[in-house]
Nanobody
Framework: QARLVESGGGLVQPGGSLRLSCQAV????????MAWYRQSPGKERELVTS??????NYTDSVKGRFTISPIDPQNTAHLEMNSLKPEDTAVYYC????????????????WGQGTLVAVSS
């Protein structure tokens, strides 16, 4: 059974940096895309960044500060977050689209358990 393993996150001061990682493990045949969403209290979950066919996209509020890496052969990608601001505080969720490794591969959509990023002095 496929699942996502997230790591990273924590407490950082404004202007600091953090790195999140997400790995798809289990019955994965092929990765299609990976994305990071975030949700802060009282707000809807928003798409932060995604990567598809090696091409990244970013929401305007993180452009120039966040970088998503390509998906590597271990089905892992990283989110480098620099110049963090208090408004970046949220639970960050990894999301993956992939094909499973069954005889007739079918699409999987996976969500990570979420990791807290807190930016505060």
């Amino acid at each position: 059974q496929a699942r996502l393993v997230e790591s990273g996150g924590g407490l950082v001061q404004p202007g600091g940096s953090l790195r999140l990682s997400c790995q798809a493990v289990g019955s994965i045949y092929q990765m299609i895309s990976m994305a990071w969403y975030r949700q802060s209290p009282g707000k809807e979950r928003e798409l932060v960044t995604s990567i598809y066919m090696g091409t990244p996209n970013y929401t305007d509020s993180v452009k120039g500060r966040f970088t998503i890496s390509p998906i590597d052969p271990q089905n892992t990608a990283h989110l480098e977050m620099n110049s963090l601001k208090p408004e970046d505080t949220a639970v960050y969720y990894c999301n993956v689209d992939a094909l499973d490794d069954s005889d007739f591969p079918k699409n999987l959509e996976l969500w990570g358990q979420g990791t807290l990023v807190a930016v505060s002095s």
